[in-house]
């Protein structure tokens, strides 16, 4: 099974969030075992970088994503999936477009995400964190 994390979801796991922590530890146990192929796109690490540049220095943050990516795979956000979601009026939001085409596009089996409402034009399942470990665990 082939699941793109959405940004919240890697940064959760980074800043040790207290109420998300748990769940999403959980998840990159999974990926880690190979009980599922966790993805994370590329422009993922690039925002992540420039969200918690102030908090960390260059050397924590490559320590941090070096961690992440050794865990998860890397997908690409193309230009033509910057293109469908410019051109797509119905989308609230632009990044969140961009990680729903590329999943999409590249037939992933989820997104997840905390923030469903941003993929609410999805052809692909979104799910909560929770939801997803749910589902893995029946």
């Known amino acids: 099974m082939k699941v793109l994390f959405d940004t919240n979801v890697?940064?959760?796991h980074i800043e040790k969030r207290a109420e998300y922590f748990n769940t999403s530890m959980q998840l990159f146990e999974?990926?880690?075992?190979g009980f599922i192929d966790g993805y994370i796109t590329a422009?993922?690490?690039s925002d992540i970088t420039y969200i918690l540049r102030k908090k960390y220095t260059v050397p924590q943050l490559q320590d941090i994503l070096y961690g992440i990516c050794l865990t998860l795979e890397i997908t690409a956000?193309?230009?033509w999936h910057v293109m469908s979601a410019l051109?797509?009026?119905?989308l609230r939001d632009l990044e969140d477009g961009f990680i729903m085409k590329c999943?999409?596009?590249n037939m992933f089996d989820?997104?997840?995400s905390r923030d469903k409402d941003g993929f609410s034009t999805s052809r692909i399942p979104v799910v909560t964190p929770l939801e997803f470990l749910s589902m893995v665990r029946t």
């Open 30 to 33: 999974i990926c880690e075992k």
């Open 103 to 105: 999943a999409e596009d």
């Open 43 to 45: 422009q993922s690490v």
């Open 110 to 112: 989820y997104i997840i």
């Open 10 to 12: 890697i940064i959760d």
């Open 87 to 90: 051109s797509d009026k119905s």
């Open 77 to 79: 956000i193309t230009k």
